[in-house]
């Protein structure tokens, strides 16, 4: 079946640094991305998609990366603040019925 | 803001026991969704509901589970004798349509003990 994972499980970043979280999936037939940030006790939020016709897409402060020929995706967040302390899950999809989710990383802002 | 939201935020059952968790996705959504999370686990995929009928389920959602939009708003998981593995976060979500931006609820915590 389909697997989603994330390189890092942790990462810690100074405010203000920018922060680059990685996901690698299987599935080269996705083409469907969501980065989702979750915070403790919470459900997932979203943050930004990307779909495969694309190789980068940028939101507010955000920048979703996508290289099909290795089926990377990333997630740069610019100017991190400790706001942005969560978790962070990428998720796939093909059929748009269910999304395959990664394990997720932990991001940790130190002020 | 629309939001999808969860009831209870907080279920502790007895195993054996029956247990519904609901959901109100957000009103225009035409798509829904459970997913689960044992701590920290990642989210898995459960089931996804259109027209009045699932359309894919995972492995996980067997003969135990079910699913139910008894009116115009809510969104049930029932799920009939739990057990100590079903302990987990329950996560709703919806979206107007498919490979769109889907939207999650806050989760009811399910605990069976």
């Known amino acids: 079946g389909e697997s989603v994972g994330l390189h890092l499980p942790t990462l810690s970043v100074q405010e203000g640094d920018n922060s680059i979280i990685n996901c690698a999936y299987s599935n080269s037939a996705s083409d469907y991305f969501i980065w989702y940030k979750q915070e403790s006790g919470k459900g997932p939020q979203f943050i930004i998609d990307i779909r495969s016709n694309m190789d980068k897409r940028q939101g507010q402060r955000v920048t979703v990366l996508l290289n099909k020929t290795v089926k990377h995706l990333s997630l740069q967040i610019a100017a991190t603040q400790p706001g942005d302390s969560a978790v962070y899950f990428c998720a796939e999809t093909k059929t748009g019925n269910q999304f395959y989710f990664g394990t997720g990383t932990s991001l940790t802002v130190i002020p | 803001e629309p939001e999808v939201t969860q009831t209870p935020s907080h279920q502790v059952t007895q195993m054996g026991q029956e247990v519904i968790l609901r959901c109100v996705p957000i009103?225009?959504?035409?798509?829904f969704y459970w997913y689960r999370q044992i701590l920290g686990q990642k989210v898995e995929f459960l089931v996804s509901f259109y027209n009045n009928e699932i359309s894919e389920k995972s492995e996980i959602f067997d003969d135990q589970f079910s699913v139910e939009r008894p009116d115009g708003s809510n969104f049930t998981l029932k799920i009939r004798s739990t057990k100590l593995e079903d302990s987990a976060m329950y996560f709703c979500a919806s979206n107007l349509d498919r490979n769109t931006e889907a939207f999650f609820g806050q989760g009811t915590r399910l605990t069976v003990v």
């Open positions: 009103s225009n959504h035409l798509y």
